[in-house]
């Protein structure tokens, strides 16, 4: 089954070229440490996934790019089209000439019904093109008008068109030192949009991806393209095939569906957060042996301390012991903070993934009480590596890992807000004061929820 | 892609107008090596056949035949038009593109705006209308013009006042140049605050310029230029001042050095609309972020760097310098101190070979220098264009919404009152039909307001943080 991804906006369209490009470079890699049969039974599966076949041969990305200006579009087409090993279909985009100047009312009011027949039109044509949808995946940052605003819009579009579809959404965090001064609104008035319509909100934080680049990566000077490219590593080692239940003898035909079943038990709770481990510059990759007892040792303490990458970990925090109250939540001493989750899904690349132990994340303590820990803990595996990476461990987590940030960037909203500073901005293009309460209102009520469990 | 027209109304306006054209064909012929006519050129020029003479039709892909100006030069004397039209960059104008008269506005508001703005009015409509025919997308109007004067100041905002009945859709960025107290213009501060009341009624973002900043700007180029420390080691065309490789060749005049550095605002402000980068911030972003409320929307600029030394290797020691000088008060183009009044809002538009992850250390480095609003603590927008300007490896544009802009409008204020208690030449705009006391009173009116806002900000500045309270959910 098939995956129509949607980018939206500068950054969505930025990050989704690098993630067509990682998903190609893995297929095509020689590194895979499995055999012949294997390989080519996770290229075919990863072909069919995200890409159709063309007569010139050259594979054709499952995608729509919308933008409502044509600089990066041109780029990212030319970009593929250059790369010789896949490329866009360059009727699949979409784009204007005058951007949405950061406006979310001016993406989602303006833009998105001006031009939703449009875009519709073309999800339309790359959704029949897949013999079997799984889903979409739309791609798209918070902080600014198009990626934001008409993102929003789209999904619910989306919603409309398909409604037995799965919808996941990669939303882009942004630097919580600004990139857009009015981001914060932005950022409230799509998370609280996308809840309604989308199935699962998978978070990438910029803050987080550049320590990764600046403390694993060892790179100098980070550009955006280095960023980008790290997030597509994340998203590829969680997207390639993989087998997603013990002795399946195919890989996943569903790989949206099983990950919604998995991860996203309950409407309310949608927020998913991706760790990956290891994660190094290409260089240090030839020097560098991992077990897995260690990846996994790191990979739960990650989770159990809300750390976001393997270096700087906590390990003093530590899973409240069984009969024991938990402490409370509001604790000052933040540093014990223990993560709570909902649902957990692992998954393993590489060398050697039929012997790991991963009892460690079956600890009932890890977990809210509402599910049985056997169903709230999931294992996709391949024995296939990935990206040169022998092997690749990750996780992706329904749990307070967002917990802190949405609470933040809530704050900074509501500061603004109370101020009435640059509401004009928003009610010249329709959002009122009532629409940005209900936001408001809506994320209160999901940060409360993450808050008490 | 967008396009923009430029307003160039008035001596000073024309002036500084006929400097941006100039250093633009320069940016352009620098990047665009092939002589396509492409997405970035066609911004700010059409490309117009005019082989069979006349008024050719507009090209829009392939070779450039002949590159002409989205622009109206406007003035009531034809002097410097007529200048212009003499000079090297003739072609680059329409002779539709004018609208000129003969005898000035003798440095009266009133003539520029009430007597003139009437009589052209719909001479006015109609040539902004083909321009705008021009235009696939038109996103802006840049309106340039000095303040203290009668045409540039009158009738260039009565101009702004056709754009927002015609063009309300289209934003208007005006670029104001301010008189200095020393002025030889008497009237000034009459003209100065009657236009004000307009900027603040009918502008979307206003960048104000004061001639004793540019001056000493050109100074400072000057002397580090010819002091001998650096002398031949700078790279001559990156001067902020300077006109080196571009069309006009004979000697410059007094204020091309400074006309120059306004120039190069417009041309930075408007790259990342034009050029390619890896975070685009466009001309609809800028005014998106930077005014939290509609009146407040004066943006103190500041430039940096001043010169390139010939260096190729630039240490990032150099590349955080040009950032911590964009701060000080030296490179502001008005007399102001940002760094010690309150800032509202914070843009920096980067261009050349700069990555986020400079921008990030550098923002993390001034911020605590800096105080920003209580509601607007991380008010940062960001930019990043990959060309950088002509001459340079990297520059920087900083756009701020800073209460430092309030001392230049309490000084107008101040000289504005001087002459009106004694009723000194108010007869002179009085006897113009249209003209009434009541205009006097309302621009001063509205200048105080506007004053007693930016005070009621600086109130807060210092002052400790109650942030309002949340939400509280039922569960």
Redesign the interface.
Known sequence: MSIVTVQLGQCGNQIGYEVFNAICSDFHSTHGLCSKKENESYQEACKERFFSEEKTGVPVARAVLVDMEPKVISQTLSMAARSGHWKYDHQSHFCQKQGSGNNWANGYSVHGPRYREVIMNLVQKEAEKCDRLSGFFTVMSMAGGTGSGMGAFVTQCLRDAFPTSFILNQVIWPYGTGEVIVQNYNSVLTLSHLYQSSDALLVHENDAIHKICAQLMNIKKISFRDVNQVIAHQLGSVFQPTYSSEGASQYSKSPLGDLMESLVPHPEFKMLGLRNIPQMSENSLAYSTFTWPGLIKHLRQMLIANAKMEEGIDWQVRPPLPGHPVPPKASPNKALHFNTSIANLVVLRGKDVQSVDLGGFRDPALYTSWLNPQEAFNIWKTPRAFNKYEKSASLVSNSQFLLKLMDNIVGKAWNMFASKAYVHQYTKFGIEEEDFLDCFTTLEQVISSYASL | ??QSVVLQVGQCGNQIGCRFWDLALREHAAVNKKGIYD?ALSSFFRNVDTRNGGDGADIHKGKIFSLKARALLIDMEEGVVNEILQGPLRDVFDSKQLITDVSGSGNNWAVGHKLYGCQYREHIVEKLRRTAEHC??L?CFFVIHSMGGGTGSGLGTFVLNVLEDEFPEVYRFVTSVYPSGEDDVITSPYNSVLAMKELNEHADCVLPIENESLFSIVSKIHQMTNSGKLGSTVKQNSLLTSSAGSIKTEQEKPFDAMNNIVANLLLNLTSSARF?G???M?L??I????????RLHYLVSSLTPLYTLADVNVP?RRLDQMFSDAFSKDHQLIQADPKHSLY??C?LLVRGNV????L?RN??RL?PSLHFV?????????G?CSVPPVGHSHSLLALANNTCVKPTFTELKDRFMKLYKKKAHLHHYLHIDGMEQSCFSEAISSLSDLIEEYNQLDATKGAPRT??S????A?
Request: a negative charge; one cysteine or more.
């Open positions: 892609m967008t997405e696939d997308c996103q390619e890896s975070l685009n466009d609809n972003e005014s998106m972020n930077l005014v939290p409320f509609p990032s509202l809002a843009a990555q986020v992850s400079d990030r923002i993390e911020k209580s509601w607007n603590q991380e008010g940062w927008k960001t990043l942030d309002p949340r939400l509280k959910i569960m």
